[in-house]
């Protein structure tokens, strides 16, 4: 992984394996502007959630190696991404933190918990309607959030609650972690200066 211009909040960088070749720049203080293109149409509709949702700039740019499948494009998507929310966030301190969001989708609704913890962590319950969804196994959605916790040094917790359509499902999760890291990256005015934990440091 190549740092390649980290300003601020923000956060570019590159990733070439002979599996993938993935940029991404994310700004955490965007406007939920995005440009995502990486070869996997429904993967690039649950990306354009998470920025536009979560009010983060974010281009993402991948090329995967589809004669296999999806498998390697979307982990190391979630592994990329994760990595440059970590770097954005920087020492971490004034955040929030942590955070509770639910988001509906029709017949759907999901539950998504975040603390900005620098403990990578992830829990992820669900009951999916369907076995794949955009010719993405559901086992690769858990598979994504898993490596985005992990890099992201983040403690994740997810629950759908309900749903009937697989699509509705996955869609709901994706926006309810896009309100939750919104709203658990945002500055507490009356603590800017201070990391947020009585340790003193936000680290594994």
Not at 156 to 173: F, M, P, S, T
Not at 175 to 201: H, M, Y
């Amino acid at each position: 992984m190549n740092e390649l211009q980290p300003k601020g909040r923000t956060a570019s960088l590159s990733r070439q394996t002979r599996e993938t070749s993935i940029q991404v720049e994310l700004n955490l203080d965007g406007s939920g502007q995005f440009q995502i293109q990486t070869g996997i149409g429904f993967f690039d509709h649950m990306l354009a959630q998470l920025a536009f949702h979560g009010l983060f700039d974010l281009r993402i740019q991948a090329n995967g190696d589809f004669g296999v499948d999806f498998h390697h494009t979307v982990e190391d998507c979630g592994l990329i991404l994760g990595e440059a929310f970590d770097r954005a966030l920087g020492e971490r301190k004034g955040l929030a933190r942590m955070a509770v969001q639910y988001a509906p989708m029709d017949d759907s609704l999901a539950r998504v918990v975040v603390d900005l913890s620098g403990r990578p962590y992830s829990v992820i319950k669900a009951r999916w309607a369907a076995h794949e969804v955009g010719r993405i196994p559901m086992s690769l959605w858990e598979h994504f959030l898993e490596s985005f916790a992990l890099r992201s040094r983040s403690n994740l917790h997810i629950k759908v609650l309900y749903g009937r359509d697989g699509h509705h499902q996955v869609e709901a999760v994706f926006k309810a972690l896009a309100r939750s890291l919104c709203a658990a990256s945002r500055f507490e005015p009356r603590r800017l200066d201070e990391v947020p934990s009585t340790k003193g440091a936000l680290n594994v």
